[in-house]
């Protein structure tokens, strides 16, 4: 059974870094592209933060370029999103997900994981 497990959500103050991880069980991510997303507190939809190709390209929402770095690990079956500089609206719940579409990946990916909050406040 194909399953995302994200990890490494927390309470971090403003300016302060995160990482959290995407680990795959039941399949090897280099053959699927990865996305993260978020869901905000009150928001009813998640919102696109950015994806790590299977051909090695990373592309990001307006938003988070420049502070977010999505990587992967493939040893470790893990793709990891650095966050630095946060702001309190980077508050979200969290989540990877996985398709071997690209474009599915941005739109509406197959397979998703459970999520994990980041929480960003002094």
């Known amino acids: 059974q194909l399953q995302l497990v994200e990890s490494g959500g927390g309470l971090v103050q403003p300016g302060g870094s995160l990482r959290v991880s995407c680990a795959a069980n039941?399949?090897?991510?280099?053959?699927?592209?990865i996305g993260w997303f978020r869901q905000a507190p009150g928001e009813a939809s998640k919102g696109f933060i950015g994806i790590s190709s299977k051909d090695g390209d990373s592309y990001y929402a307006d938003s988070v370029k420049g502070r977010f770095t999505i990587s992967r690990d493939n040893a470790k079956n893990t793709v990891y999103l650095q966050m630095n500089s946060l702001k309190p609206e980077d508050t979200a719940l969290y989540y990877c997900?996985?398709?071997?579409?690209?474009?599915?990946?941005?739109?509406?990916?197959?397979?998703w994981g459970q999520g994990t909050q980041v929480t960003v406040s002094s």
């Open positions: 039941g399949f090897t991510l280099d053959s699927y592209n």
């Open positions: 997900a996985a398709d071997h579409s690209l474009v599915a990946t941005r739109s509406g990916p197959r397979y």
